[in-house]
C-alpha cells in the first residue's frame, strides 16, 4: 500500500508538478537571474513538474557556459547550482614575430581572450596552423599546446616551431620546345632555386603550395599571350626528399604552334548599341599573334562602351574560331547587351563618422538616373581619393531587369592625429613640438592643423583651417596664420603672416584656387660680413603676394596611388606695396604606373618632376630676399642631401687657391630649379599601408 502511494506521489510530481516559494539561480557570471529565468521558461507561480525541470536543464546546457547544472529543493524553494565553463584570459604565442601575430596567426586561432575555454578549439587552432605552415612550404612543424588555470581563469600559450621549407632545386617541363626553361620558370610562384638566391630579386626556390594548383594556369597564361591558342599543361609532379628537404618539380605539357590573328568582329546579337566604332581601340590587331591579356582588355573596353549606355547586365564574350591547318584565328566579339537599367536608390554604409553628403557628391550617379558603368569606376576613384577610407566597395544590387540599387560600402580610415615630441641635435641643441590635425572634422571633410614647435635656435607656430566644399558646393575656402623665428650664424629673422584662399572645382579632376597672403619680417645679420649687407633686408620689412594655381588629379587612391597622374602650377607675385617684390612659378607633375598585372606583387613606379623658376633683380635685396630664392636638397626634392644645402655660392670670400673657412661660407640660392624621381615602391606593412621605396634623384 505504501509503496503504491509513493509511486503515485512520484507520477503525480513528474506529470502535474508542484509550486515553489521560491526559485533560486546560484552561479551565475555570465547571465543574469532574469534572462536565466526566462531559459527556465516558468516561475515560481507556475506548477513545475520534473520533466519541466529536465528540459529546463538541457536549454541551459545548450548556452555553452556551463561545466555542470545541479538543482535540488530545499524547504519548497527549488535551487539551481551552476559550475560555468572558465573564460581564456590571455592567449601567448611563442616563435612568431609580433606583425605575424596579429597578420597571420591570430585570425587562424579560432580562439580569442575572453572567450569561453574549450579544449576542442586549441586543438583545432594547432591544426590550422600546421596546415596554413605546411601550404607555405614548412614541413615537420611543431605546435606545443599548453594551457594554466590562474585566479579562475584559462592563460593559454602556443609554442610555434617552424619545420623547414622544401627547396626547389630543379624544373624541368617535359615537352618544352620554344621557350628556355628559364623564361617559363619566371612566370611560375614555385621557381628554381638560383646560384645566389640570397641577392635582392632572386628566386629562392622554397615551395609555396598555396600558389601550387594556380602555376599551370600561369604556363597556359604565357603561352596563350604568345598566341598558343592550343597549349595543354598537365598537373606538376612534385618529386621531395625529406631527408634533406629538396625537391625537383615536373611539368609536362604540348605547346602547339601560334596562331596569328587574320580577322577581329564585333557582334551586338540583339543590335542595341552600334559597336564598330571602338575597333580601333581594341588592342588585339589583324596579323599580330593572338594574345589573351590584349583580347581581356578588348573585353572591358566593350563592356564599358555597353555600359556606359546603360545595359548594366551586358554579356561581352570572344568566339574564337581557330584553324588548326594554317594556325590562324578569327575573333569574334559577341555581345548581348540586355535591358537598359536604372538606379534605384544609392545606398551608403559603414560611415560612422563621415556624413553621407560627402559621399554623395563624389559619386556620379543619382536616383533615377540611367546605369553608366565607367561613372560607377569613376565614383570609386573619386571616394578613394578623399583620403578618409581605408576601402571602398561599389556593389550593384539587381531589383528587376530595369532597376537596380547602388551600394557604397566603405571602411573609414583614421583622419585626425595628435603628436608630441622632443629632442636634441648639435644645431638646434633642445627641441619640442606639438601637433594636432584632423583632415576630416566632425566627418565633415573639413580640414585642420594646429602646429607649434621650439628650440633654442628656431620656433615655429601654424594654425589652418581649409573647407574643399563650401555649402557642398563646387568652391573651396581656407585660412592660415603663422609666425616663424629662425636663427644661424649670421642672421635672426622674425616672421609672421596671414593667407586666405579661395578656389573652385571645375571639372572632377581640375581645380583652380587663388590665395593672398601677407607677412611682416624683422631681421638682424651680422654687420660685420660685407656679403650679408648685399643679401639681406635689415630691419624691418613686408610682402603682399597673389598666388594663382591650377592642378589636376585623376589617380585611384589616396594614399597609395596605383595609376594616374597628378599635376599642380601656381605663380607667386609679390610686390604690391611691400618691401619684397619678385615673381616665382613653381610646376610639379606625378605619374603612377601599377606593375602587379605584370609581375605579381604590388609594386608601384612613379615619376615625380618639379619646374621652378624666379624673376626678381638678384643684385637689389629689396626686391629679392635671400629666404625666397630657390634651393634644393632633402626631402621631396634631392634626398641624400641636407635641406637647402645645394644652392649657388657667396664666391667672395673664397682665396686663390680655392680654399675658405666653412664659416663663411653663403647659399645665396637660384633662380631656376629642376628636381625629377624614379621610383619604385613594395609593399612592407600592408595593414599599416607602409612601404618600401627604392629611388633615383637628379636635379
Known amino acids: 500500500m505504501i509503496r503504491t502511494l509513493l509511486l503515485f506521489l512520484l507520477f503525480f510530481t513528474t506529470v502535474f508538478g508542484k509550486t515553489y516559494k521560491e526559485i533560486q539561480f546560484n552561479g551565475l557570471v555570465h547571465l543574469s537571474k532574469l534572462s536565466a529565468s526566462e531559459i527556465a521558461g516558468f516561475t515560481k507561480e507556475d506548477d513545475i513538474s520534473l520533466k519541466d525541470i529536465d528540459r529546463s536543464i538541457g536549454d541551459f546546457f545548450k548556452q555553452g557556459y556551463f561545466l555542470d547544472i545541479q538543482v535540488r529543493e530545499d524547504n519548497d524553494v527549488l535551487i539551481y547550482d551552476f559550475k560555468e565553463k572558465l573564460l581564456v584570459s590571455k592567449i601567448t604565442l611563442i616563435g612568431v614575430t609580433e606583425t605575424d601575430k596579429e597578420e597571420k596567426y591570430t585570425p587562424m586561432l579560432g580562439i580569442k581572450k575572453g572567450d569561453i575555454f574549450d579544449e576542442s578549439k586549441l586543438k583545432r587552432a594547432k591544426r590550422n596552423i600546421v596546415q596554413s605552415m605546411r601550404a607555405e612550404g614548412y614541413y615537420s612543424t611543431v605546435v606545443e599546446v599548453g594551457y594554466e588555470v590562474v585566479a579562475g581563469s584559462v592563460e593559454v600559450s602556443l609554442n610555434i ?25 619566371d612566370t611560375l610562384a614555385n621557381k628554381e632555386k638560383e ?21 599551370p594556369l600561369r604556363l597556359k597564361e604565357f603561352y596563350m599571350s604568345k598566341g598558343y591558342l592550343d597549349i595543354k599543361v598537365e598537373d606538376p609532379l612534385l618529386k621531395a626528399d625529406f631527408n634533406n628537404f629538396s625537391a625537383k618539380l615536373y611539368y609536362k605539357l604540348f605547346e602547339g604552334k601560334p596562331y596569328t590573328i587574320t580577322g577581329i568582329e564585333i557582334d551586338v546579337l540583339d543590335n542595341k548599341v552600334p559597336l564598330d566604332h571602338k575597333k580601333e581601340d581594341l588592342k588585339l590587331v589583324v596579323g599580330k599573334n593572338f594574345n589573351v591579356q590584349k583580347m581581356r582588355k578588348d573585353l572591358e573596353v566593350l563592356k564599358d562602351e555597353v555600359g556606359s549606355q546603360g545595359y548594366a547586365f551586358a554579356r561581352v564574350y570572344p568566339d574564337i574560331q581557330k584553324d588548326r591547318k594554317t594556325n590562324t584565328a578569327k575573333i569574334i566579339y559577341k555581345v548581348v547587351c540586355g535591358e537598359k ?17 560627402v559621399l554623395r557628391r563624389e559619386v556620379f550617379l543619382a536616383p533615377g538616373e540611367l546605369y553608366n558603368l565607367v561613372e560607377i569606376k569613376e565614383s570609386k576613384k573619386s571616394l578613394n581619393r578623399l583620403g578618409y577610407f581605408e576601402s571602398v566597395e561599389l556593389k550593384e544590387n539587381r531589383v528587376s531587369a530595369s532597376e537596380m540599387d547602388l551600394i557604397i560600402k566603405v571602411k573609414e580610415t583614421t583622419t585626425g592625429s595628435l603628436q608630441a615630441g622632443g629632442g636634441w641635435n648639435s644645431f638646434d641643441g633642445f627641441m619640442v613640438n606639438a601637433s594636432v590635425s584632423d583632415r576630416n572634422i566632425f566627418g565633415s571633410s573639413i580640414g585642420f592643423s594646429l602646429k607649434a614647435e621650439s628650440s633654442a635656435k628656431s620656433k615655429n607656430f601654424s594654425l589652418s583651417l581649409n573647407n574643399p566644399r563650401w555649402n557642398d558646393s563646387d568652391y573651396s575656402v581656407g585660412t592660415s596664420v603663422y609666425s616663424k623665428y629662425y636663427e644661424n650664424d649670421y642672421v635672426k629673422t622674425d616672421t609672421d603672416g596671414v593667407s586666405f584662399s579661395m578656389g573652385k572645382q571645375l571639372n572632377r579632376y581640375w581645380s583652380t584656387s587663388s590665395s593672398i597672403s601677407y607677412n611682416e619680417s624683422d631681421n638682424e645679420y651680422d654687420e660685420t660680413n660685407e656679403t650679408l649687407k648685399d643679401l639681406y633686408i635689415s630691419g624691418f620689412s613686408n610682402r603682399i603676394s597673389l598666388s594663382p594655381s591650377i592642378s ?17 602650377s601656381y605663380l607667386d607675385f609679390s610686390g604690391f606695396g611691400g618691401k619684397q617684390e619678385y615673381t616665382k612659378s613653381v610646376s610639379s607633375f606625378r605619374h603612377y604606373y601599377g606593375l602587379e598585372s605584370l609581375l605579381d606583387i ?25 629666404s625666397s630664392r630657390l634651393y634644393m636638397g632633402g626631402t621631396g626634392s634631392i634626398r641624400g642631401f641636407s635641406r637647402g644645402s645645394i644652392s649657388p655660392l657667396d664666391l667672395s670670400k673664397y682665396k686663390a687657391n680655392g680654399e675658405t673657412d666653412e664659416d663663411d661660407i653663403v647659399r645665396v640660392g637660384g633662380s631656376q630649379l629642376f628636381t625629377n624621381s624614379l621610383e619604385l615602391s613594395f609593399p612592407l606593412i600592408p595593414s599599416a599601408k607602409m612601404r618600401y621605396l627604392v629611388f633615383y634623384d637628379k636635379g
Do not use: C
Not at 616551431?161 to 621557350?179: E, N, P, Q, T
Not at 612613379?606 to 637689389?620: E, H, Q, T
Open 341 to 357: 537599367v536604372y538606379i534605384r536608390d544609392v545606398i551608403i554604409s559603414g560611415n560612422d563618422r563621415t556624413l553621407d553628403r
Open 602 to 626: 604590388d609594386i608601384v613606379f612613379r615619376y615625380k618632376g618639379k619646374v621652378s623658376l624666379m624673376d626678381g633683380d638678384f643684385d637689389d635685396t629689396v626686391k629679392t630676399p635671400l
Open 552 to 568: 589636376y588629379n585623376n589617380t585611384d587612391d589616396f594614399f597609395v596611388p596605383r595609376s594616374g597622374s597628378t599635376f599642380s
Open 195 to 215: 646560384s645566389f638566391s640570397w641577392f635582392f630579386g632572386q628566386n629562392d626556390g622554397k615551395l609555396d603550395l598555396l600558389n601550387f594548383e594556380y602555376d
Open 161 to 185: 616551431s617552424k619545420g623547414k621549407r622544401i627547396i626547389i632545386y630543379d624544373s624541368v617541363f617535359l615537352g618544352a620546345k620554344d621557350f628556355t626553361k628559364y623564361e617559363l620558370d
